[in-house]
């Protein structure tokens, strides 16, 4: 049984490109979840997706950023315009459930993004 | 809202010395409370959880966490650190209605032969 699956794990993109960033969950999983870590610091969660549906993007910032989840395939996140401060480990966690808060999340391996 | 607070961004300890991450959670609700270690390059992977059952709590790798209400506290232990232990370590507290975590900024363990 796979894990979360991120591609690619490291990408790097002048300003002003775009950086589209890949998730499959774990077979099973229809829950997924994306974290930002900045450089000495901690995860901070970006945006919460079931298939096909945005559940809670409170997270994400509000321009240039978008995730989406479809029905077949992996789970985007998208940063369109890419900054130097976009530079970062992007992750991603699935759960079978939408879960109670109990729930154990499987992270992948991360992408990590620099903007040149 | 839930946060939480990791003391100390960088811990060392000498081979076979006692582990002790510190960590202090604030929540209005009972939390759940989550341990994540990472390795350099990789992603996190969970060493053990508290759900309000047993306030002891074993994880993996020989970690251990005791849950204690009065001091907001979810301190990670192990009795003897070993080399591979080195990686950096993060405590996290979900939402009550979600699987949503907020995590600490972590704490780097060293472990000196």
């Known amino acids: 049984n796979a894990g979360v699956m991120q591609n690619p794990r490291h990408l790097v993109r002048r300003r002003g490109q775009e950086a589209r960033l890949r998730c499959s969950p774990m077979?099973?999983?229809?829950?997924v979840y994306w974290y930002r870590q900045l450089p000495e610091e901690g995860l901070k969660f970006m945006v919460y997706?079931?298939?096909?549906?945005?559940?809670?993007e409170s997270g994400m910032p509000k321009e240039r950023f978008s995730a989406e989840f479809p029905k077949e395939g992996p789970s985007i996140l998208r940063i369109q315009q890419v900054v130097r401060g976009d530079s970062a480990a992007y992750f991603c966690?699935?759960?079978?459930?939408?879960?109670?808060?109990?729930?154990?999340?499987?992270f992948g391996q991360g992408t990590r993004l620099t903007v040149v | 809202a839930q946060s939480v607070t990791q003391l100390g961004s960088h811990v060392s300890v000498s081979e076979g010395a006692l582990v002790l991450l510190r960590c202090n959670y604030s929540?209005?609700?009972?939390?759940?409370l989550f341990w994540y270690v990472q390795y350099p390059n990789q992603g996190l992977q969970l060493l053990l959880k508290?759900?309000?059952?047993?306030?002891l709590v074993k994880g993996i790798n020989g970690f251990e966490a005791e849950f204690k209400k009065s001091e907001t506290s979810f301190h990670l232990t192990k009795p003897s650190a070993h080399m591979s232990d080195a990686a950096e370590y993060f405590c996290?507290?979900?939402?009550?209605?979600?699987?949503?975590?907020?995590f600490g900024t972590g704490t780097r363990l060293q472990v000196f032969p």
């Open positions: 966690a699935s759960s079978p459930t939408r879960g109670t808060g109990d729930t154990e999340a499987f």
């Open positions: 077979k099973g999983h229809s829950h």
């Open positions: 997706l079931q298939k096909e549906n945005i559940i809670d």
């Open positions: 929540s209005s609700v009972p939390p759940y």
């Open positions: 508290y759900t309000s059952a047993a306030t």
């Open positions: 996290a507290v979900s939402k009550g209605n979600t699987d949503k975590l907020i």
